[in-house]
């Protein structure tokens, strides 16, 4: 099929860490994106990775690439109730500008 | 805020009406994208504009339209609406094709 796989559903206590899994569709995948949308906002562009790269780290998310599985992961760490939200992974394939979404995960940070 | 801005926030109208759904992107940025958000077929994108061209079409229904105007704005015109055309409504702009920054949305009720 053409869908951007993730599960639907994450919950963590505060200060835990969070991973967030997505299996993309393209192996062209050129970029691959991780999106935060909290409750009646616009998504908002947390990071992004280049194909050519394994990992990524920028604060307290890390971004891990698994080209050959197209496994895609979004590691954030010390979570806080503030990151709870829906984490949206996207493919931007080599064929065109679009993005590709998956459906989202929830997540859900208690205290 | 990602400088991408939507006019309106919210639009409740009736089947069988037209709407127009305004954006403006960032400074500077050429390419707009419009996507539609709904719960049962998540992110979807509509079509692109380039510097007042149209660039790429995705799921974009032919009741659905779009331009881009000469100062960049973009407007996405939905008629003979139809209450499955309820959903959240995203501009995107980018300068670069690799990162895309999306607005608030519109979100577009039909009654």
């Known amino acids: 099929g053409e869908d951007v796989e993730q599960s639907l559903f994450l919950s963590v206590r505060e200060g835990d860490s969070s991973v967030i899994n997505c299996t993309y569709t393209d192996s062209s995948s050129t970029y691959l994106y991780w999106y935060k949308q909290e409750p009646g906002a616009g998504l908002q562009l947390l990071t992004y990775?280049?194909?050519?790269?394994d990992m990524k780290q920028d604060q307290r998310l890390t971004v891990l690439l698994n080209k050959k599985d197209k496994h895609l992961s979004l590691r954030i760490a010390d979570t806080q109730t503030g990151d709870s939200a829906i984490y949206f992974c996207a493919e931007k394939r080599n064929s065109g500008y679009a993005l590709n979404f998956g459906k989202g995960t929830s997540l859900l940070v208690t205290p | 805020d990602s400088g991408v801005t939507q006019t309106p926030k919210h639009l409740i109208t009736a089947t069988g009406q037209r709407v127009t759904l305004r954006c403006s992107p960032r400074?500077?940025?050429?390419?707009v994208y419009w996507y539609q958000q709904s719960l049962d077929q998540g992110l979807q994108f509509l079509i692109q504009?380039?510097?007042?061209?149209?660039?790429a079409k995705g799921n974009i229904l032919e009741r659905f339209s779009a331009q881009q105007f000469p100062d960049l704005h973009s407007e996405l015109n939905l008629s003979s609406l139809e209450l499955g055309d309820s959903a959240l409504y995203f501009c995107?702009?980018?300068?670069?094709?690799?990162?895309?920054?999306f607005g608030p949305g519109t979100r577009l009720t039909v009654l």
């Open positions: 504009y380039y510097n007042g061209e149209e660039r």
């Open positions: 995107a702009s980018s300068v670069a094709p690799d990162t895309q920054y």
């Open positions: 400074s500077g940025d050429l390419s």
């Open positions: 990775i280049f194909s050519n790269m």
